[in-house]
Structures are given as C-alpha cells and as structure tokens.
C-alpha cells in the first residue's frame, strides 16, 4: 500500500541552525500538509500546500517557516533560524482530493530537538 | 475551536467496551477519527461525513451528530491493541481552496489483560 514517507526520522540541531525536513508524499496525491506535535500534546497544523503555493498558515507557521514542493514527489518544511520551543514531531500529510470524505494519510514524522 | 474529547483517559481490561466523545463549537463537514501509538504517527480509523454515511474501521463504529456537533468513537470488546490516543479531527472548511484538520484534546486509552 502506498504511504507518506518523512526524512530524517530523527534530527538534533543547535538554537539559530536552519533544519529542512523532506517528505515524500504518496504519489497521486495533490493536497499536502504539515502537522506539529510537541512531545504530549495534540497534533497541530502548520500549513497546507496546493498547486505550489500555501493554502492555508496556522498562526504557528510564522516567517522562519517556508514550505517548497522543488520537484514532482519531495514536499519540505524549512525552519530557519530553530529556537528550543520548535522541538517537536512534525507530521507530513497528503490526501488526493479536497474533499471532506477524504482521509488524510501521514507519514512516520520526523522529532526535531533544538539544543 | 479545538474540538473537545472526553473523557480524556481510559482504562479498560480486554474486552470491554468503551465510548469516547468529541464535540466542536463549529459547524462540522465531516469527523475523522485517528489513533496515535506513542511515538508514531496519527493512523487513520473512520471518517463520518455530514448527511450519515460513514467509512471506517471494521471493528471500531461511530456515530456523528451534525446538530448537536458530536461524535462518538465506540470500541467493543476492546483488544490490546486499542491501546493509544485517540483524536477526533473535525474537518473545517475554511474556504474554497483550505482544509485543515483540527485535532481534539485527545483521549488516552489503555487496555490491559
């Protein structure tokens, strides 16, 4: 079966590195998305990705935040300049359809640790 | 906004059964249902859409109240592997071109021997 696969599973960085996390989405799938969670608490969006440009930001995805889809199957999650509170797990998503019976599918995540 | 779960533990012995709750203060197109492993990722159980039909789980049912704004989670005859968070993720459409799940508050389940 088909899933979202998420590189690197695990990653350790110093406060002010930038970090890239890379996703590879399933393949027919058109919609992706980002989730964030910080260890024992829910799983949160970031930001959803269409046609090669953001649908739709939380308030957590601020400017140190970029999304790139740079070739037809990797879809990234750039952080800039890292701070210690962006420790978390980050979850990638893709779906096929924009629809509301449509099951959102995420990949194994990547825990990123801010030291 | 972000959907309400209860209760927001469970502790059950294998076999018996257990309900959990999710309820949104916004209108709902539709309720996705995921459970959580520690350490994993979110893994998708059922989705409810507006209008009563219903995909899912084979042993794992739902129901979604579009009037009231619930849904319920219903396990039966629990197993080990039920164990988990389980979250609710109301799907909120925000516009022509976004949709983004919300997660509940989560409801942790253990299941024991």
């Known amino acids: 079966e088909p899933e979202v696969t998420q590189t690197p599973s695990h990653q350790v960085t110093q406060m002010g590195q930038e970090v890239i996390l890379r996703c590879v989405p399933i393949s027919n799938h058109l919609y992706f998305y980002w989730y964030r969670q910080i260890l024992g608490q829910k799983v949160e969006f970031l930001v959803s990705?269409?046609?090669?440009?953001?649908?739709?930001k939380s308030e957590i995805f601020d400017d140190q935040f970029s999304v790139e889809r740079p070739d037809g199957s990797n879809f990234t999650l750039k952080i800039r300049s890292t701070k210690l509170e962006d420790s978390a797990m980050y979850f990638c998503?893709?779906?096929?359809?924009?629809?509301?019976?449509?099951?959102?599918?995420f990949g194994p995540g990547t825990r990123l640790l801010v030291l | 906004q972000q959907p309400v779960q209860s209760p927001q533990a469970v502790i059950l012995r294998e076999g018996e059964d257990a309900v959990i709750n999710c309820s949104s203060s916004k209108a709902l197109y539709s309720v996705h249902w995921y459970r959580q492993k520690h350490g994993e990722a979110p893994v998708f159980l059922m989705i409810l859409l507006k209008g009563g039909e219903q995909k899912g789980h084979e042993k794992i049912s739902a129901s979604f109240n579009e009037k009231k704004q619930q849904s319920s989670l219903y396990l039966t005859a629990s197993q080990l592997s039920y164990s988990g968070t389980y979250f609710c993720?109301?799907?909120?459409?925000?516009?022509?071109?976004?949709?983004?799940?919300?997660f509940g508050t989560g409801t942790r389940l253990q299941v024991f021997p």
């Open positions: 993720g109301p799907f909120l459409r925000w516009g022509y071109n976004t949709d983004k799940l919300i």
């Open positions: 990705f269409y046609n090669n440009e953001i649908s739709e």
């Open positions: 998503a893709s779906t096929r359809y924009r629809d509301k019976g449509e099951t959102q599918y």
